[in-house]
């Protein structure tokens, strides 16, 4: 069935539940990095197997939800384009990674993202106070400082791909502005998005390898920090304006580094401490400033 955008948009989420939505997806994002390194860094599998596993672990977890639904209506409501858009960022993400070390990645994903939601933003109309301008530049330095130490001139292609993920990431997060149920629309688009994953991996055929351990790493990607993770992320765009929802995104890779103390062993740092001071400060900056235009969930 073709995909029929609602005529009315999700209600706003009350701002605390906004808080704790945006909250847990951050964790989610985060919780998949640490699982995509863990599994790709450490040769368990193979890129492209890791986003085929985790797209089909995501399909089939968010489908055996909404399945019922999809009974009485005797179907499944297509967005092709946001398929298109989770499928892009999926596959892209992973093969970026095997020329790319972290550090340049995630700074190179998250501009990516920033440019993108950020021209939706301003060409919407959405208003950006000085303050809140500063507190992204805050932000932005913070998470420069952060990953720099890991920095290094990037491979072309890796750099392209992991720019085509970011932009790819920014637009499937506008895109859910609209959605009237985040679960269905969420559970809808990795099923879509099943075929056109398996056709970016079937070039890479002769080069699939993995282990168990690389399975189950992509398979908890899939289901848990990437289906679930993600119908919160929707839910929780109805409550935010672009530019707040781009800038949010900044924590992810400081989560993520004090997920690699908890769960990886890794040091903590003094230059941790700061730049995550610099880039949670700087998204609190931003978050408490009042802005003016449409949400992520209006019209």
């Known amino acids: 069935m073709p995909y029929e955008s609602p005529v009315q948009p999700s209600l706003p989420v009350p701002r605390l539940s906004t808080v704790s939505l945006t909250l847990v997806a951050m ?34 977890t968010l489908s055996v939800i909404v399945l019922p639904r999809w009974r009485i209506r005797g179907g499944i409501s297509a967005d092709w384009r946001s398929a298109a858009m989770l499928s892009a960022y999926l596959a892209f993400f992973s093969f970026a990674y095997l020329t790319l070390s972290a550090g340049t990645g995630a700074l190179i994903l998250f501009s990516a993202v920033q440019l993108t939601m950020f021209t939706a933003a301003l060409r919407r109309g959405e208003s950006f106070g000085p303050f809140a301008w500063l507190g ?18 990037p491979d072309p292609v890796g750099a392209a791909l992991m ?67 993600y119908v919160v992320w929707y839910v929780a765009l109805g409550g935010l304006t672009a530019a707040r ?37 700087g998204i609190g900056i931003v978050l408490t400033q009042r802005s003016s235009g449409s949400r992520l969930g209006g019209s």
Do not use: K
């Not at 964790?27 to 890129?47: K, Q, T, V």
């Not at 805050?138 to 001139?153: D, K, Q, R, T």
């Not at 990795?190 to 070039?203: D, E, N, Q, R, T």
């Not at 949010?248 to 989560?255: E, F, K, Y």
């Open 27 to 60: 964790l989610a994002f985060a919780a998949n990095s640490l699982l995509c390194r863990l599994a790709l860094e450490g040769g368990l599998i193979d890129p492209a197997s890791f986003s085929t596993v985790r797209v089909i672990a995501g399909a089939v």
């Open 136 to 153: 992204l530049a805050m932000a932005v330095m913070g998470l420069v400082y952060l990953v720099a130490p890991g920095l290094s001139a």
């Open 163 to 229: 720019a085509i993920a970011g932009i790819a990431w920014g637009m499937y997060s506008l895109r859910g502005r609209n959605v009237a149920d985040p679960l269905e629309a969420t559970a809808a688009n990795f099923v879509c998005a099943v075929p056109l994953v398996i056709a970016v991996s079937v070039p890479f055929a002769g080069e699939l390898d993995g282990s168990w351990h690389g399975f189950a790493l992509a398979a908890a990607s899939g289901s848990i920090a990437s289906g679930l993770g």
């Open 245 to 281: 929802a781009a800038t949010v995104q900044l924590s992810v890779p400081v989560i993520a580094a004090f997920g690699g103390i908890l769960l990886l062993g890794e040091a903590i740092t003094l230059r941790l401490v700061l730049a995550s001071a610099m880039t949670l400060g």
